[in-house]
């Protein structure tokens, strides 16, 4: 079972939610713990993560060797990310600009272009001091690539027989949550009740429905803002898992690095039952 | 000498445009003869790297100099080694950006 953690606003207490499930489940059963949140992966300062292995997240892009390149073009024209340029003098490579498809390579008649791999970033796996096996990627700062170093991050930490998988995915709604969201079978969406956090809710939400994947929501800070996120998920059909209510003794725990289900151990049962409503998993 | 100026229609006429890489199309102008002829920009609506895309295609057309109120980093980065002359305008009609060329008004894009 793999269950992902979205949002569609930032900061709404994705990580929180995610570490607080990891860990109540961590306590009878096996836990693979993906931080695919690889621009600011922070599941480590909840978890107390140990990282023992560490590899590059690469992707191959292409080099010219201009001794053998006939000019012709056909590099530049198959790129679909203009990652190429083919001028009189020499062809031009972008390498940020390339997304390591390798049609550039295939399509070379002058066997003129091999492929390189270039860093996005880190790859780093461990475990935790509750038994939680986990993983987290981590983009190079200025890089803008994210999507291969999650897809990089889930394929070189397969779930073993049996281990829920519980996924921290990237806020939004683009490319790289979707990448976060593949293969999950439930999605938890935490939001917020405001205008905002509403608003980008119901992108996410628009984006599990075009995904097909099942997704409950999960109120957060509830009693800051107004009623309308639980009417809007009341009017399409989208399950609210749980309210948690604003509580200034929560932020400042989670701000000094302590899992809300630390601080406040009344929180176990809830996740357990909230697990038991998603998919009839038994914690 | 062969002159492009990006505009904001594929049509003659069209108003000058001040980003190059997204321009919608370009004039492109033949001083010695005056012919001019208005081209459609493959790369405008290029998901990214539309000034790479955007360059090499009016390196293609034998273009020497280029006209437009912005260039990107890596427009930039195909245009000048392929000794394209690159100048910034704010403003101006196709007519009025020519004769400010050839007199020498316009501000060409120094060395970074």
Redo the contacts between chains.
Sequence with gaps: MIIAVASGKGGTGKTTIATSLALTLASDRPVLFLDCDVEAPNAHLLLKSSFNQRKDATLLVPVIDESRCGQCGTC?EVC???????????V?V?PE?CHGCGSCALNCAWGAIREVPRGLGILESGNTPAGIRVACGLLNIGEALAVPVIRQLKASTPARPGETTIIDAPPGTSCPVVEALRGADYVILVTEPTPFGLHDLKLAYELTRELGLPAGVIINRNGIGDQRVDDFCQHVGLPVLLHIPMDRAIAVGIAQGIPLTTLKPDYRPLFRQLLLTIAGVRP | MKIAISVTAPKPGAAFATRFGRAPAFVIIDTNTDDRQTVANPAARAGGGAGIRAAEFLIRQGVEAVISGAFGPKASDVLRPSGLRLYRAASGTVDDLVARLLKGDLDAVEDA
């Design positions: 530049a679909q990310y203009n990652a190429l340029a083919v001028t009189e003098q020499r031009l972008f600009m």
